[in-house]
């Protein structure tokens, strides 16, 4: 693309120089070591590293044009603009002529239920015989190519090429899980979204948002962002969980329509008469006036929410309700979302990402509804993530099992035993296990269980790795259950 051309969406401060009218620019990054002949570079203020500070090296390493907004001194022109950051995302998707207005794209924001939904989404558009996307938290696929995620949300370059990547191999419809970083962040500025979804909030990340207010904010922006225009081929939908009470303020801060879902609340989407045994969840769905039987092979009253959000958004898209529901009639359940370990054992083991308190309680409500004998909980906290959260995430353990195991999750660059002592300063001693190594504290679980009782290894759901200092170590929660059980038998 012709350097010209390319940067004629943006309010240009300044020039360092005329740019030559024959200068061709084949790549856009901000990142130094993606750098070919003819590309343009982006100095983004990130918190590690300013991209001004790289210019010189972007220069030498073949770097053609620079976007900048400070002053800075190298031998080809120079672009300034006020913000890099909302400059990146603009010419990413003017580079890869937005791409996201060549397929439906469906967003999904919230505290718990994000990778769900986007997985049930997924799986009742291919039923529905689609190509589709996926953008999130276990990675971006594309059809069926897997591709390794940084971020549950990518950066707006990563995030448009993708989508350009998705044009060219037929996709028709995105689920794409939206965090709240990457909404305050501008992540996803350039990005075109059909339906936007809120699950739910609760605590998490307020080492980042510093308060719920300022987090209820960012989640907001998905749906204040989402559209004013009203033409035909341009509907919008927001889908509002009124459960919660943020998906009942939302209402008001979106011009999309508003398809309303929920369990103990009216609801244009509403499930009553919720049934749980080991083997799924059935439910009676209210649409319209009229009522629909739900069986679902995913169990407890969390999955009906999120199960209630993924057939709202199909609706919205298009789909007939009664294909719909057959759809999610068929879905077995998402990794490391209350994934049952099967093995040679006559206790169940369940594999489960809840990492925040509200996360975790729905998972434990679950359990419980389905125990027949005792409900062990093996839980823990990230370290250099939020602190206030560890004695909540604790005390809801306690609470709603027969017996914890507090024990490393991440534990980053803190102290494991720090964080540990943290979640466990309201206890009485001597009434939960401390062990900080993960592996054995999966093995001491199911060394104890016996028959019937019910193992809960929460925290870190598809993840194979644990975070220790800044290096990611292997670490499979379910294949240390399978390992253990083994050993035990």
């Keep these: 693309m012709k350097a010209i051309d390319l940067i004629s969406p943006l309010i240009i401060k300044g020039l360092s120089s005329d740019i030559p009218q024959e200068l061709s620019i084949y790549k856009i990054t901000q990142d130094t070591r993606e750098i070919e002949k003819n590309s343009l570079f982006i100095c983004v203020e990130g918190s590690i590293q300013d991209g001004h500070k790289l210019a010189e090296e972007a220069v030498a390493r073949g770097a053609a044009l620079i976007i900048a907004s400070k002053k800075i001194s190298v031998s080809v022109p120079v672009v300034y603009v006020a913000d890099t950051t909302k ?23 919230g505290t718990n239920g994000k990778t769900t939904v986007t997985h049930l989404l997924d799986q009742i558009f291919r039923n529905h015989g689609e190509t589709t996307g996926v953008i999130g938290t276990m990675y ?55 339906v936007a979804i809120f699950t739910n909030l609760s605590q998490d990340h307020l080492e980042y948002h510093h308060t719920m207010e300022e987090y209820a904010h960012a989640k907001e922006l998905l749906f204040s962002q989402l559209g004013n225009s009203y033409q035909n081929n341009q509907s919008k939908y927001a889908i509002l969980n009124v459960d919660d009470s943020v998906g009942r303020s939302y209402q008001n801060k979106t011009a999309a329509q508003i398809y309303s ?30 009522t629909y039987p739900v069986h679902m092979q995913m169990i407890g009253k969390f999955n009906v929410s999120n199960a209630l959000a993924a057939i709202a958004a199909a609706y919205a898209s298009g789909i ?16 490391g979302r209350f994934e049952v370990v099967q093995g040679a054992q006559d206790f169940t083991a369940i594999v489960d990402y809840a990492h925040t308190p509200d996360g975790l309680l729905n998972v434990l409500d679950a359990v419980n509804e389905i125990k027949t004998a ?25 609470s709603n099992s027969d017996s914890v195991i507090f024990t490393s999750d991440n534990p980053r660059t803190e102290d494991p035993q720090d964080i540990l002592d943290e979640m466990v300063v309201n206890l009485k001693v001597g009434t939960y296990e401390m062990i900080l190594d993960r592996k054995k504290a999966i093995q001491a679980a199911v060394n104890q269980a016996a028959t019937n009782d019910i193992i809960l290894i929460a925290g870190k759901g598809h993840e194979d790795y644990q975070i220790i200092g800044t290096k990611k170590h292997h670490f499979d929660d379910v294949e240390e259950v399978k390992e253990a059980i083994k050993l035990k038998n």
């Design 140 to 194: 971006r696929r594309i059809g069926d190519e897997l591709l390794t995620t940084k971020n549950t949300t990518p950066d707006s370059l990563t995030l448009q090429r993708t989508l350009s990547e998705m044009n060219e191999a037929g996709v028709t419809t995105c689920s794409m899980e939206v965090s709240s970083h990457a909404l305050v962040q501008g992540r996803v500025w350039g990005t075109d979204f059909d």
């Design 87 to 109: 400059a990146l995302a603009i010419l990413a998707d003017y580079f890869f002529q937005h791409p996201s207005q060549r397929l439906r794209v469906i967003g999904v924001t």
């Design 320 to 335: 007939e309700l009664a294909n719909v529901i057959d759809s999610m009639e068929k879905i077995k359940g998402v990794r």
């Design 374 to 398: 005792k409900v062990y909980c093996i839980v823990g906290c990230g370290g250099d993530r939020d602190r206030t959260k560890r004695p909540i995430m604790a005390e809801v353990a306690m």
């Design 261 to 290: 879902y929920g369990i103990e609340q009216p609801a244009d989407f509403r499930a009553i008469e919720l049934k749980t045994t080991n083997k799924g969840t059935s439910f009676t769905l209210l649409f319209q006036e009229k």
